[in-house]
């Protein structure tokens, strides 16, 4: 049932006509991606600014009682027979603006009169479960708005070879092994599970998972996450992103937070939910696109 159609289809919900429990739609109820990122709560004002620092690599074959060169100097050469590699340790802001999420939906008091259910609570957790999409919504807003600098096409879905790809393209930029993510839609799912290099018996605990589940929940390193809301590149091809959990970061200023309250006036309860939260790529070098194929 959706939000907006809530107050035209109470009257199917009288008792002669439904069992004692509200059964929600197939939906997602909570934020799939909200613990892959870097995130920042209780954040205060509209934006919220991620500091980054570049890869700094100024080394030295120091002589006794000479000189060391800092990082941030953007001189190379200081003469004589020093050899130095690398570059400067650049600072970078990577800004985030925090947009904000309302959803609500009046109850009227007399329907509570001819329904044996709560319908404030089954609001309120309907409302909660879309306020969490949002968070999603946001972080794969900020991942289609990167510029990765690893892009792989899966033209014939994915599979073991192409995890291959995404996982060499995040090694050649020396993206940390830790915390490696990849958010993928149900088909990308089915391209995995359908790869025998991916499922055989040899594979062990990822065999299992997959039989028992339906599901695997993470490969060579990474965490896999299935999202329906990730976009399309063209049609049918779908943008799935790795990444590393500092890649993208997530600034929260108002957490979901659902409020009851009576308003005399409709003599109606509303039940409302807020949300205030943006995301950014923060660090597009270790952000790969993956274009499937579906």
Known sequence: MALSDAGSTVSNAFVTQFADDVLHLSQQKMSKLAGSVRTVRNVTGSTYKFNTLGKGGYIKNKSRFEDITVMSDSSKSLGGSATYTGSTA??????????????????????????????????????????????????????????????????????????????????DNDVDTADRYLVISPAALTDLLSDTGVTTAADGPISNAALATGFIPNYLGFNIIVSTGLTEASTGVRKCYAFNKNAVGLAVGKDIQAQINYVPQKVSYLVAGELSCGAVAVDSTAIALVNVTE
Do not use: C, W
Not at 93 to 119: C, H, I, P, Q, R
Not at 138 to 160: F, R
């Open 90 to 171: 650049a600072h970078a802001v990577a800004t985030a603006t925090l947009n904000n999420y309302v959803s609500g939906e009046y109850v009227d008091d007399f329907d509570m009169f001819k329904v044996n259910f709560d319908f404030r609570q089954a609001y309120a957790e309907s409302i909660a479960a879309a306020l969490s999409r949002a968070y999603d919504n946001e972080i794969i807003t900020a991942l289609n708005s990167a510029s990765p600098s690893t892009t792989v096409t899966a033209g014939s879905g994915l599979t073991k070879a192409k995890f291959l790809e995404i996982a060499q393209g995040l090694n």
